[in-house]
């Protein structure tokens, strides 16, 4: 499963002209009235979904950074826990590429298959005929 993959299945908005690409990043939104923490999930050359606990109102401008990209836009929708960002000008395609590329997890140790237990048919089998 890739982290970081063009987003398919998905209806086709006619008022998008760029490709959107699913990241997770974590990420700064900082604005006059004081600076929000949260992730990226979403990119294109003109914007981004922001997460955070506390989104600011739509129409407030500011700079959103994250890894060492810095981009003026404003919001233009809230909804509860995120919010849609548009970029001022196109950002690069090269640091759309460059944040996709990056891949950051938080998970725990893959499993190993000699590790997974399996299930013994002698006990199935006794259950269903006990139940007959």
């Not at 109102?57 to 404003?74: A, C, D, I, M, T």
């Amino acid at each position: 499963m890739a982290l970081f993959q063009k987003k398919s299945g998905q209806k086709s908005d006619e008022r998008r002209t760029v490709q959107r690409y699913s990241v997770d990043c974590t990420s700064r939104l900082k604005m006059p009235g004081g600076n929000r923490d949260g992730r990226l999930s979403d990119l294109s050359q003109t914007g981004a979904r922001f997460e955070t606990a506390n989104p600011p109102q739509q129409g407030v401008s500011g700079l959103l950074s994250w890894g060492e990209h810095e981009f003026f836009g404003k919001i233009v929708w809230t909804r509860d826990s995120s919010c849609g960002f548009l970029f001022e000008r196109p950002i690069p395609a090269s640091v759309v590429e460059e944040t996709c590329d990056v891949v950051e997890v938080e998970s725990g140790p893959v499993a190993k298959f000699d590790n997974i237990p399996v299930a013994k048919r002698g006990r199935r089998a006794s259950l269903v005929s006990r139940d007959s």
